[in-house]
Nanobody
Framework: QLVESGGGLVQSGGSLRLSCVASGFALDSYAVGWFRQGPGEEREEVSCISAYDSSTKYRDSAKGRFTISRDDAKNTVTLQMNSLKPEDTDVYYC?????????????????????WGRGTRVTVSS
């Protein structure tokens, strides 16, 4: 399973560090993405990190503020979120990618993400 943690309530401009920990399988051969979802909205990809070379992708709104990283020895992918804004408020999910040889899919092709955690809530107050 995938378990997210690290969400919470933070003031605008603050930081949070989200973790995605896998149990029961090794993450090292999977690309892993972070998504956000609000009520009644579709999940939006925030960032993705590939396996093997740890190349990364970010949504435009996350560039320069968020950093995704992985520690395969700890079976963990982390999303460091800095300079948070109220519009970052959402539930954040991590998910693994299948069928792409360990690479992140082209942004928008969310069908390749097939194993999801249950999410962690991020609330940014103004």
């Amino acid at each position: 399973q995938l378990v997210e943690s690290g969400g919470g309530l933070v003031q605008s401009g603050g930081s949070l560090r989200l973790s995605c920990v896998a149990s029961g399988f090794a993450l090292d051969s999977y690309a892993v993405g972070w998504f956000r979802q609000g009520p009644g909205e579709e999940r939006e990809e925030v960032s993705c990190i590939s396996a093997y070379d740890s190349s990364t992708k970010y949504r435009d709104s996350a560039k320069g503020r968020f950093t995704i990283s992985r520690d395969d020895a700890k079976n963990t992918v982390t999303l460091q979120m800095n300079s948070l804004k109220p519009e970052d408020t959402d539930v954040y999910y991590c998910a693994t990618v299948s069928g792409q040889g360990g690479q992140c899919p082209v942004p928008g092709q969310t069908r390749w993400y097939d194993y999801w955690g249950r999410g962690t809530r991020v609330t940014v107050s103004s």
